[in-house]
């Protein structure tokens, strides 16, 4: 698929989006607005999303493989069908068990009520 959002209107299949690199994580925005995004991700096998905080929740669903979630130290295995919710200012790692593909998705509207 080309740079940028997918096309609108338009049915595609999320595992399709990316395809893998070797020893390498490739990302692609579905949608991008001020309010969210959502984003799909291709892992190599052993490879490390690094440790980060994000102000916002963040929705995570596998579509394929397995990967290891570290929410705050805590340890899940996430496979095919599985989704977390990783909350707002927590430090998260993901890593590539296998090799895998997910959806991730950032809710960035509804916290100026909390802030």
């Known amino acids: ?3 940028g959002e997918v096309e ?3 049915k595609f299949n999320l595992v399709d989006v990316l395809d893998y690199a070797p020893n ?3 990302s692609k ?3 991008k607005k001020a309010t969210g995004n959502v984003t799909a991700l291709s892992f190599s ?4 999303l690094k440790a980060k905080i ?3 929740d963040t929705l995570l669903q596998v579509l394929e493989g397995e990967a290891e979630v ?3 130290g805590k340890s899940l295995t996430l496979g095919i069908g599985q989704s ?3 909350p707002s200012h927590t430090q998260n790692t993901i890593k590539a068990i296998v090799r895998f593909k997910m959806v991730s998705t950032v809710i960035k509207a509804g916290y100026e009520d909390v802030m």
């Open 1 to 3: 698929m080309e740079a």
């Open 8 to 10: 609108k209107s338009k």
């Open 24 to 26: 390498a994580i490739l």
């Open 29 to 31: 925005t579905i949608l």
């Open 45 to 48: 096998a052993g490879e490390v």
């Open 54 to 56: 994000l102000p916002f």
């Open 70 to 72: 570290i929410i705050d």
């Open 84 to 86: 977390i919710v990783i």
